[in-house]
T-cell receptor, first 113, second 114 residues
Framework: AQTVTQSQPEMSVQEAETVTLSCTYDTSESDYYLFWYKQPPSRQMILVIRQEAYKQQNATENRFSVNFQKAAKSFSLKISDSQLGDAAMYFCALVDSNYQLIWGAGTKLIIKP | DSGVTQTPKHLITATGQRVTLRCSPRSGDLSVYWYQQSLDQGLQFLIQYYNGEERAKGNILERFSAQQFPDLHSELNLSSLELGDSALYFC?????????????FGEGSWLTVV
Protein backbone atom coordinates (compact mmCIF):
# COMPACT_ATOMS: atom_id res chain seq x y z
CA ALA A 1 0.00 0.00 0.00
CA GLN A 2 1.15 3.48 -0.76
CA THR A 3 1.42 5.92 2.10
CA VAL A 4 2.26 9.56 2.66
CA THR A 5 3.50 10.74 6.03
CA GLN A 6 3.75 14.27 7.32
CA SER A 7 5.40 14.07 10.71
CA GLN A 8 4.93 17.71 11.70
CA PRO A 9 1.35 18.43 12.79
CA GLU A 10 2.22 22.10 13.24
CA MET A 11 5.04 24.44 12.31
CA SER A 12 5.56 28.11 12.98
CA VAL A 13 7.85 30.63 11.32
CA GLN A 14 8.57 34.29 11.63
CA GLU A 15 7.35 36.43 8.77
CA ALA A 16 10.03 36.81 6.06
CA GLU A 17 11.91 33.73 7.29
CA THR A 18 12.22 30.35 5.58
CA VAL A 19 10.45 27.20 6.68
CA THR A 20 10.61 23.61 5.49
CA LEU A 21 7.72 21.19 5.74
CA SER A 22 8.55 17.50 5.69
CA CYS A 23 6.91 14.72 3.76
CA THR A 24 7.92 11.11 3.28
CA TYR A 25 6.16 8.54 1.20
CA ASP A 26 6.21 4.92 0.30
CA THR A 27 5.37 3.50 -3.09
CA SER A 28 6.36 0.55 -5.20
CA GLU A 29 5.72 2.51 -8.39
CA SER A 30 8.64 3.69 -10.46
CA ASP A 31 6.72 6.47 -12.15
CA TYR A 32 4.68 8.66 -9.87
CA TYR A 33 3.89 12.26 -9.11
CA LEU A 34 3.97 14.25 -5.92
CA PHE A 35 2.08 17.37 -4.98
CA TRP A 36 1.83 19.93 -2.26
CA TYR A 37 -1.58 21.48 -1.71
CA LYS A 38 -2.38 24.42 0.53
CA GLN A 39 -5.66 24.84 2.40
CA PRO A 40 -6.05 28.29 3.96
CA PRO A 41 -8.79 29.12 6.49
CA SER A 42 -11.21 29.60 3.59
CA ARG A 43 -10.85 25.80 3.17
CA GLN A 44 -10.18 26.11 -0.55
CA MET A 45 -7.70 23.47 -1.76
CA ILE A 46 -4.96 25.15 -3.76
CA LEU A 47 -2.20 23.45 -5.70
CA VAL A 48 1.19 24.76 -4.61
CA ILE A 49 3.69 22.67 -6.52
CA ARG A 50 4.07 19.42 -8.43
CA GLN A 51 7.02 17.09 -8.95
CA GLU A 52 7.42 14.29 -11.46
CA ALA A 53 9.39 11.41 -10.00
CA TYR A 54 11.35 10.88 -13.21
CA LYS A 55 12.70 14.42 -13.05
CA GLN A 56 15.81 14.89 -10.96
CA GLN A 57 15.47 18.64 -10.93
CA ASN A 58 13.54 19.99 -7.98
CA ALA A 59 10.37 21.88 -8.85
CA THR A 60 10.15 25.57 -8.02
CA GLU A 61 7.25 27.99 -8.04
CA ASN A 62 8.24 31.49 -6.98
CA ARG A 63 8.89 31.34 -3.21
CA PHE A 64 8.01 27.66 -3.04
CA SER A 65 10.47 24.92 -3.83
CA VAL A 66 10.82 21.25 -3.08
CA ASN A 67 13.68 19.03 -2.06
CA PHE A 68 12.91 15.75 -3.77
CA GLN A 69 15.06 12.85 -2.61
CA LYS A 70 13.81 9.86 -4.57
CA ALA A 71 16.01 7.24 -2.94
CA ALA A 72 15.02 8.42 0.50
CA LYS A 73 11.40 8.85 -0.59
CA SER A 74 11.34 12.33 0.79
CA PHE A 75 9.54 15.35 -0.64
CA SER A 76 9.90 18.44 1.53
CA LEU A 77 8.49 21.87 0.78
CA LYS A 78 10.53 24.99 1.40
CA ILE A 79 8.79 28.33 1.68
CA SER A 80 11.09 31.31 1.42
CA ASP A 81 10.31 34.82 2.61
CA SER A 82 7.22 33.60 4.48
CA GLN A 83 4.21 35.85 4.25
CA LEU A 84 1.11 36.11 6.42
CA GLY A 85 -0.92 34.76 3.51
CA ASP A 86 1.06 31.53 3.62
CA ALA A 87 -0.67 30.55 6.85
CA ALA A 88 -2.60 27.39 6.02
CA MET A 89 -2.74 23.63 6.25
CA TYR A 90 -0.30 22.08 3.84
CA PHE A 91 -0.96 18.62 2.47
CA CYS A 92 1.53 16.43 0.70
CA ALA A 93 0.02 14.00 -1.79
CA LEU A 94 1.03 11.19 -4.10
CA VAL A 95 -0.85 10.10 -7.19
CA ASP A 96 -1.00 6.35 -7.36
CA SER A 97 -1.39 4.03 -10.33
CA ASN A 98 -5.17 4.12 -9.88
CA TYR A 99 -5.08 7.87 -10.42
CA GLN A 100 -5.95 8.56 -6.81
CA LEU A 101 -4.41 11.09 -4.51
CA ILE A 102 -2.91 9.54 -1.40
CA TRP A 103 -2.87 12.30 1.21
CA GLY A 104 -0.68 13.04 4.18
CA ALA A 105 -2.33 14.16 7.41
CA GLY A 106 -1.31 17.76 6.86
CA THR A 107 0.90 20.33 8.57
CA LYS A 108 -0.56 23.50 10.00
CA LEU A 109 1.72 26.42 9.21
CA ILE A 110 1.56 29.45 11.47
CA ILE A 111 3.19 32.70 10.41
CA LYS A 112 4.27 34.98 13.22
CA PRO A 113 4.20 38.69 12.36
CA ASP B 1 -9.69 30.31 -9.76
CA SER B 2 -9.13 26.62 -10.50
CA GLY B 3 -11.81 26.48 -13.17
CA VAL B 4 -13.80 23.85 -11.29
CA THR B 5 -17.24 25.14 -10.36
CA GLN B 6 -19.33 23.77 -7.54
CA THR B 7 -22.86 24.64 -6.52
CA PRO B 8 -24.29 25.36 -4.08
CA LYS B 9 -21.53 26.88 -1.99
CA HIS B 10 -23.50 26.50 1.21
CA LEU B 11 -26.45 24.31 2.08
CA ILE B 12 -28.35 23.75 5.29
CA THR B 13 -30.83 20.92 5.48
CA ALA B 14 -32.56 18.71 8.00
CA THR B 15 -31.81 15.13 8.92
CA GLY B 16 -33.47 12.60 6.67
CA GLN B 17 -33.48 14.91 3.68
CA ARG B 18 -31.79 14.51 0.31
CA VAL B 19 -29.53 16.99 -1.44
CA THR B 20 -27.70 17.18 -4.74
CA LEU B 21 -24.33 18.81 -5.17
CA ARG B 22 -23.26 19.83 -8.64
CA CYS B 23 -19.83 20.13 -10.20
CA SER B 24 -18.62 21.46 -13.52
CA PRO B 25 -15.05 20.38 -14.27
CA ARG B 26 -12.41 22.51 -15.90
CA SER B 27 -12.80 22.84 -19.63
CA GLY B 28 -11.25 19.79 -21.27
CA ASP B 29 -11.02 17.71 -18.10
CA LEU B 30 -12.61 14.28 -18.45
CA SER B 31 -12.15 13.04 -14.93
CA VAL B 32 -14.12 14.17 -11.89
CA TYR B 33 -13.44 13.30 -8.27
CA TRP B 34 -15.56 13.79 -5.16
CA TYR B 35 -14.03 14.22 -1.72
CA GLN B 36 -15.51 14.75 1.73
CA GLN B 37 -13.74 16.76 4.42
CA SER B 38 -15.21 16.89 7.89
CA LEU B 39 -14.12 19.51 10.41
CA ASP B 40 -10.43 19.15 11.27
CA GLN B 41 -10.16 16.04 9.14
CA GLY B 42 -8.26 15.17 6.03
CA LEU B 43 -9.87 14.52 2.71
CA GLN B 44 -11.80 11.32 2.25
CA PHE B 45 -12.03 10.13 -1.32
CA LEU B 46 -15.58 9.22 -2.30
CA ILE B 47 -15.70 8.42 -5.99
CA GLN B 48 -14.16 9.16 -9.38
CA TYR B 49 -15.67 9.31 -12.84
CA TYR B 50 -13.89 9.36 -16.13
CA ASN B 51 -15.75 10.41 -19.26
CA GLY B 52 -19.07 9.32 -17.84
CA GLU B 53 -17.95 6.03 -16.37
CA GLU B 54 -17.23 5.23 -12.76
CA ARG B 55 -13.49 4.65 -12.43
CA ALA B 56 -12.84 4.26 -8.74
CA LYS B 57 -14.83 4.14 -5.56
CA GLY B 58 -13.59 5.08 -2.14
CA ASN B 59 -15.32 5.37 1.21
CA ILE B 60 -18.68 6.33 -0.20
CA LEU B 61 -21.73 5.43 1.83
CA GLU B 62 -24.59 3.53 0.23
CA ARG B 63 -26.80 6.53 0.96
CA PHE B 64 -24.60 8.54 -1.41
CA SER B 65 -24.50 8.22 -5.16
CA ALA B 66 -22.95 10.12 -8.01
CA GLN B 67 -22.93 10.30 -11.75
CA GLN B 68 -21.19 12.10 -14.56
CA PHE B 69 -23.28 13.32 -17.45
CA PRO B 70 -22.45 13.44 -21.17
CA ASP B 71 -21.52 17.11 -20.86
CA LEU B 72 -19.03 15.95 -18.17
CA HIS B 73 -20.62 17.75 -15.28
CA SER B 74 -21.17 15.60 -12.22
CA GLU B 75 -23.66 15.40 -9.41
CA LEU B 76 -23.28 13.92 -5.94
CA ASN B 77 -26.54 12.85 -4.36
CA LEU B 78 -26.70 12.53 -0.59
CA SER B 79 -29.84 10.97 0.88
CA SER B 80 -31.24 10.12 4.31
CA LEU B 81 -28.90 12.72 5.68
CA GLU B 82 -27.48 12.40 9.16
CA LEU B 83 -25.81 14.94 11.39
CA GLY B 84 -22.46 13.29 10.68
CA ASP B 85 -22.77 14.04 7.01
CA SER B 86 -22.13 17.70 7.73
CA ALA B 87 -18.90 18.42 5.91
CA LEU B 88 -17.21 20.24 3.10
CA TYR B 89 -17.64 18.36 -0.16
CA PHE B 90 -15.04 18.96 -2.81
CA CYS B 91 -15.22 18.25 -6.47
CA UNK B 92 -11.98 18.04 -8.39
CA UNK B 93 -11.08 17.40 -11.99
CA UNK B 94 -8.13 16.39 -14.11
CA UNK B 95 -7.45 16.01 -17.79
CA UNK B 96 -7.58 12.25 -18.19
CA UNK B 97 -7.27 10.82 -14.72
CA UNK B 98 -3.91 9.37 -15.54
CA UNK B 99 -1.33 9.29 -12.81
CA UNK B 100 0.50 12.57 -12.94
CA UNK B 101 -2.28 14.70 -14.26
CA UNK B 102 -2.71 17.50 -11.80
CA UNK B 103 -5.98 17.41 -9.92
CA UNK B 104 -7.64 20.80 -9.48
CA PHE B 105 -10.20 21.45 -6.79
CA GLY B 106 -13.36 23.49 -6.71
CA GLU B 107 -14.12 25.74 -3.77
CA GLY B 108 -16.29 23.12 -2.18
CA SER B 109 -19.89 22.85 -1.05
CA TRP B 110 -20.49 23.33 2.64
CA LEU B 111 -23.25 21.03 3.85
CA THR B 112 -24.74 21.49 7.28
CA VAL B 113 -27.27 18.93 8.47
CA VAL B 114 -29.39 20.07 11.40
Amino acid sequence: AQTVTQSQPEMSVQEAETVTLSCTYDTSESDYYLFWYKQPPSRQMILVIRQEAYKQQNATENRFSVNFQKAAKSFSLKISDSQLGDAAMYFCALVDSNYQLIWGAGTKLIIKP
Amino acid sequence: DSGVTQTPKHLITATGQRVTLRCSPRSGDLSVYWYQQSLDQGLQFLIQYYNGEERAKGNILERFSAQQFPDLHSELNLSSLELGDSALYFCASSVQGRAGNTIYFGEGSWLTVV
